[in-house]
Each structure stands twice: as structure tokens, then as C-alpha cells.
């Protein structure tokens, strides 16, 4: 009775019955009747309980839920918000993994047939190597996510294809008009008039390049990573007739040329520059602004054991990356020749955004399902609502942060 021995297993960390009822692949379960509203999670193999005995912890569960080692029936956003409510109230931290607790899981694993060497890992992780934040890994990096498919981001975004928090403070009732607010937001902090030079650090697919240019009347210059990206942001740009003002280069940020520039922007890029080159960003950010100049960088914060956002957003989304507390980044800036002249929270704006994009999502699926296969969708279905509820738990924050050089 597999269900009932994991359970035996788990409870006395948890402080209390499962979360959730467990349907194990032999047909046990715990709770044996569906007697309450928990989430339920079927283990469909005994791969769950190999991961786990090899590397226990939220990366094994991750990789045994975008196999289909695992699943969750009913959404997975309300069954992880379950989870974590109980987290909270009996005041939980995270099981200690001593060796006690191993015996007891190989004890499991071996009454249940789990027994066997390491698993390989499913191959929609990031497997990079190189120098952390040289060029080339950071490229490689970039590519692992932005480049699985514009198609597939088009399942997922609004149609100008913006991927940062949009704004919903100016009276916005859709993601669309939220990521419209946003770029106006910016050019209006920015004090942006007709004929200006700007910079457009990490421009993704060109959303806000090509926004500022029609809104404002400037001058953009776009710098990405991403072939898919520039392709697909010059193809925008010539269509919305901007061609002759949005210039996209594919360009590190250590390599800009052509300034200074009247401002500049950056847009939830500083997260994947790593903590040691962070000073570099700045540098980056103050030698290409005019003395004076403005600049807004957009932000996530987090503070904790993970500043690349957890096992699983390390592993599968965003390789590499590096969030810090608001104020440390702050520190940053100021060390660096810049003077802060305002920051906004922008939280809350996050959570609406993506659940926004869970929905388009959702709407999607099988089109997804279609084009990059069911691991990748299972990716993505964990992506956006642990990420909607991180944001929406205060546990990561993003910020806009208004300053200029001195």
C-alpha cells in the first residue's frame, strides 16, 4: 500500500494528515474515499520515489511532473495554493533531509521496486556549461527559453508580445491594455519628447521599443540575444511602419555601441546578469546615458536561500539567474554613478499579468500540446502558477526603478 506507507512516510514533518490525497500506481490511496475538497496527486511510477531517493527535493518532484511520472488533478494553480496554505498555517520550514529520513525513503523505495540507478533528467531542462555569465553560456542560456518558439509565446502573450509585468493601475481590464499602460508608464517617466535617442537593454520580441516610437516619437535602439527575438521585432517594427525609427540589434549589453543615448531602459533584464557582473549592467546602464540622462530598469526582487528563484525555475526557465533584495540592488545603482529619483512597486501588477497568461494558456493547451509536445506545456503549466503564486504571496516582487546619471 504505497499511498499509505508514503503518508506514514511524510506526516510527522508536516504536522498533521497530507495536503493533499495520494493515488499511488498500485491502486492505494490516502485518504481512501474522497471524503474532503484536497488536491489530488496520482504517483503513476515508481520513478517518483527513485528521484526522490537520489536528490529529494522540489526539483525531483518537478521533473516527475513534466514527465507524467506525476500529476495533479484539477488545476495546479489552486492545488499549490492548498498546499502552501497548510505551509502557513501549521507554520512549516523545510523537511531536513538527515539520514534517518533517507533510510526510511530507500526502505519505501525498495518494498516498492524503486530501487535503481539515477534517472536522467528530462530534456526540457537546461543543460548548460562554460564559465557562468560568459558571453557564451549566457547566450546559451537565453536561448534555452526565449528561443523555444515565437509561435509558442504568441499561445501565451498578448499580441504585442510584451514578457514583463504589465501595469493595471491606469484602469486597465486586460493584459493588453495593461502592457499599453506599462510602456506609456515608461516613456512618461522617462520624460520622453519627440526626436530622442533611447536604449532598450533586453528588448525581447521589441514590444516597448516599438511602443515608444509610436507613442512618442523617439528614436529607439533595441539590443537582445535572441535571433528569434530580433527577427521576429524588426518584422514587427517594419509592419507597424517604426522600421525607420527602431533599430533591434543582436548584441550583448557589454558590447553597446553608438552612445550616449538620451535615456535608457531595461525591462526585467538585470535578473540574468548574475550578482558579479551586476556592476557591469550599471556601468553598461551609466556609460551609454548622457550626463543627466534618465533611466528606468524594471525588477524582480527576492530574498532567501534561492536567488535564482528556486530548483525548479533553475533547472527549466531561467538558468543562471540572480534576484536580489530592492534594496541591495539599489546599492548597486548608487555605487555606480547613479542617482535614484523613484521606485514602484509593481507586485501586484504581476500577479493580474500572469494570471492573465495562465489563462491564454489555458485557453491554448492543445495547440500547445500540438506544436512543442506535452513535457514543455507541463513546464509551463508548473511556470505560470507557481508563479503567479509566488508573486501573489509577497514571497518575489518587481519594481520599476526611476533614476538618472549624475
Not at 535615456?263 to 553598461?284: F, I
Not at 504571496?393 to 518587481?398: A, D, Y
Amino acid at each position: 500500500m504505497i499511498a499509505q506507507q508514503l503518508a506514514a512516510l511524510l506526516e510527522p514533518f508536516l504536522g498533521g494528515e497530507m495536503p493533499v490525497r495520494i493515488i499511488a500506481w498500485d491502486g492505494s490511496s490516502t485518504p481512501e474515499q474522497d471524503s474532503d475538497d484536497r488536491p489530488v496527486v496520482r504517483l503513476n511510477s515508481p520513478n517518483v520515489l527513485r528521484r526522490q531517493l537520489w536528490g529529494p527535493g522540489e526539483l525531483a518532484l518537478a521533473q516527475s511532473y513534466v514527465l507524467g511520472e506525476l500529476e495533479v488533478s484539477g488545476e495546479l494553480y489552486a492545488a499549490l495554493r492548498r498546499v502552501w496554505d497548510v505551509v502557513a498555517e501549521r507554520q512549516l520550514s523545510a523537511i531536513k533531509v538527515t539520514p534517518a529520513l533517507l533510510a526510511k525513503l530507500a526502505r519505501l523505495a525498495q518494498s516498492a521496486g524503486a530501487i535503481g540507478p539515477r534517472l536522467a533528467a528530462p530534456g526540457s531542462q537546461a543543460k548548460l556549461v562554460g564559465r557562468l555569465h560568459s558571453k557564451l553560456r549566457d547566450k546559451r542560456a537565453i536561448s534555452h527559453h526565449y528561443d523555444l518558439s515565437n509561435d509558442f509565446y504568441g499561445l501565451i502573450l498578448e499580441e504585442r508580445m510584451a514578457y514583463s509585468s504589465g501595469y493595471w493601475g491606469d484602469g486597465a481590464t486586460d493584459v493588453f491594455q495593461a502592457q499599453g499602460a506599462k510602456c506609456r508608464l515608461v516613456g512618461e517617466k522617462l520624460g520622453l519628447q519627440p526626436g530622442m535617442r533611447v536604449l532598450d537593454i533586453g528588448c525581447g520580441w521589441g514590444s516597448l521599443s516599438i511602443e515608444l516610437a509610436e507613442q512618442f516619437d523617439v528614436r529607439m535602439v533595441g539590443v537582445t540575444i535572441s535571433a528569434e527575438q530580433q527577427a521576429f521585432a524588426r518584422e514587427r517594427a517594419r509592419k507597424r511602419g517604426v522600421a525607420d525609427q527602431v533599430e533591434i540589434r543582436l548584441q550583448d549589453y557589454r558590447e553597446i555601441d553608438g552612445g550616449p543615448f538620451d535615456a535608457v531602459v531595461s525591462l526585467e533584464m538585470g535578473e540574468h546578469v548574475g550578482q558579479r557582473n551586476y556592476p557591469g549592467y550599471v556601468d553598461a546602464i551609466r556609460k551609454n546615458l548622457a550626463t543627466g540622462g534618465p533611466a528606468l530598469i524594471q525588477q524582480m526582487a527576492r530574498t532567501g536561500k534561492y536567488p535564482g528563484g528556486g530548483p525548479f525555475i533553475e533547472a527549466f526557465i531561467a538558468p543562471d539567474m540572480h534576484m536580489r533584495p530592492l534594496g541591495e540592488t539599489i546599492g548597486f545603482f548608487e555605487a555606480g554613478g547613479m542617482e535614484v529619483l523613484g521606485v514602484q512597486s509593481l507586485r501586484q501588477d504581476y500577479v493580474q499579468t500572469i494570471a492573465a497568461w495562465r489563462k491564454n494558456f489555458e485557453r491554448h493547451h492543445a495547440e500547445a500540446v500540438a506544436m512543442m509536445g506535452a513535457e514543455v506545456v507541463r513546464v509551463w503549466e508548473l511556470y505560470l502558477a507557481g508563479g503567479e503564486l509566488t508573486f501573489d504571496q509577497g514571497r518575489m516582487g518587481v519594481d520599476q526603478i526611476l533614476m538618472r546619471r549624475r
